[in-house]
């Protein structure tokens, strides 16, 4: 990767209704005074999938291989990273220390594979704060489940 990489600030925040359940993701990119909002939904899953799917869409929605500063309130994402549980959970086989298989391996598996073309840097967020980014990710992830469900009322 060349010296002149671009830097991206990425945000983002998954939403889950009951857990299972109905879930939204989002993602708030910032380069160069730009700002990209995206998000989704899906109809049955859980907080931690919803987080996951909210960094890997973040990432995916960048055109080329970036240095790229990750907020995240989720402990899950964060720590899997820092605290190098992602290395230990590969190199068991994807089983976690008491044996049992990681979650979520599918999610993991593709972070991996595209976090491989940038430079990220984890940080964690406190959530539910004065974060102005990380709460416009909330919003938009809990606005998915909202529009989404609103529509196919479970009755």
Known sequence: MSNNIDVVEIYTD???SG???PGGWAAVLLYKGTKKEISGFEENTTNNRMELKAVIEGLKALKRPCKVNLYS???YV?????????EKWQKNNWLKSDKTPVENQDLWKELLEISKNHQVNWIKVKGHADNEYNNLCDRLATEQIKRNTRQNPKE
Do not use: Q, V
Not at 78 to 86: C, P, R, V, Y
């Open 19 to 21: 857990n299972p359940g």
């Open 14 to 16: 998954g939403a889950c």
């Open 78 to 86: 964060i720590n899997a990273f820092k605290e190098g549980w992602l």
């Open 73 to 75: 309130d989720s402990s």
